[in-house]
């Protein structure tokens, strides 16, 4: 090998790069870095305990006012038939079935006595808007007043007769246009309403078209029909016969009538007769207007113990017990 050969090899092994050194690197920015992601820790970690401190008063926020919304709702919460006003508690119409003691209900003669103006129709109105929302068929004959009031009368009361009336549901008896001569336009009205015979056949006859069902037969009222029928016992005898043919078909037959105007026999007949019998009454209050009262006389021919029971007549609702 020749010196120059060997000169060049020496030189090549002395490398500017020792490999028994570490490399040097300039880090000079390490120091910022560091207090960066030092700042960066120390901030997510206040965000932590704020999330904290947020979740844990959260619950507390949304729980206080759904207690409060439970609570208000049982003291709001009223009985099915009570209701308080001042110093008054009402009770709904449903009161007057509790009274009568499933009366209204049972197959047989209900008698509705009271003086004019003592809320007789109301109550029949009131017993027909029940009947009919509980599917039970009526035939409501008026004597005293047009086919038409009596649409009126339970409109008020909330009580569409004429749906009811297109569903064959509910069937209205003109016995109100005949007594003045005049001539009816309805569908079922009475040619001679003062003949209890034919009052009987038509209605006996119509009834037949809800067979099978628990017919309610409400007449407003009997007074007039009474009064020309001859004799007071006559009356009575032939309405046995007519009520006892609709309690054989399952139906419960309601009159209204003023008893004292009748005369003693109709009200033997009346108190020994009906399954029911309701006492009304109406006063001069002190305010001026009307004080009424109600009392269940009679059930099943029994004497029944008891005080009258106040009650109001009010715009859509009908009669209310006070």
Not at 111 to 119: E, H, N, P, Q, Y
Request: glycine share 10%; charged share 30%.
């Amino acid at each position: 090998m020749s010196s120059s050969e060997l000169n060049s090899r020496e030189e090549s092994s002395e490398s500017p790069i020792s490999f028994n050194e570490s490399p040097s690197y300039d880090f000079g920015g390490f120091d910022d870095l560091s207090k960066l992601l030092a700042e960066t820790d120390s901030a997510l970690a206040l965000g932590r305990e704020k999330e904290k401190e947020f979740t844990v008063e959260k619950p507390a926020k949304v729980e206080k006012p759904v207690v409060k919304k439970e609570s208000e709702k049982k003291e709001e919460k009223p009985a099915p038939l009570t209701k308080q006003a001042g110093d008054k508690t009402f009770k709904g119409f449903e009161h007057l079935f509790e009274l009568t003691r499933g009366a209204l209900d049972t197959p047989g003669l209900v008698v509705i006595d009271g003086a004019l103006g003592s809320g007789k129709t109301t109550v029949c109105f009131g017993l027909v808007d029940r009947y009919l929302k509980q599917s039970n068929p009526c035939i409501f004959v008026s004597y005293g007043q047009s086919p038409g009031s009596v649409r009126e009368g339970l409109k008020r009361l909330g009580c569409d007769a004429s749906e009811y009336e297109s569903n064959y549901r509910l069937i209205i008896v003109d016995g109100y246009s005949a007594q003045s001569g005049g001539f009816s336009l309805e569908l079922y009205s009475l040619l001679e309403p003062w003949d209890l015979a034919k009052v009987q056949e038509s209605i006996v006859g119509n009834s037949g078209i809800f067979m099978g069902e628990k017919v309610k037969v409400v007449i407003d009222s009997i007074d007039g029909l009474c009064s020309r029928s001859g004799s007071a016992k006559d009356f009575g005898k032939q309405f046995d016969v007519f009520a006892s043919k609709l309690k054989e078909t399952g139906a419960t037959v309601i009159v209204s009538c003023d008893l004292d105007n009748l005369g003693k026999d109709v009200k033997s007949w009346a108190e020994d007769g009906a399954e029911c019998v309701l006492e009304l009454g109406a006063e001069s209050g002190k305010s001026g207007g009307k004080e009424y009262s109600l009392k269940v006389a009679r059930l099943k021919g029994d004497k029944v113990k008891g005080d009258a029971e106040e009650f109001e007549i009010e715009v859509g609702k009908g009669l209310v017990f006070v």
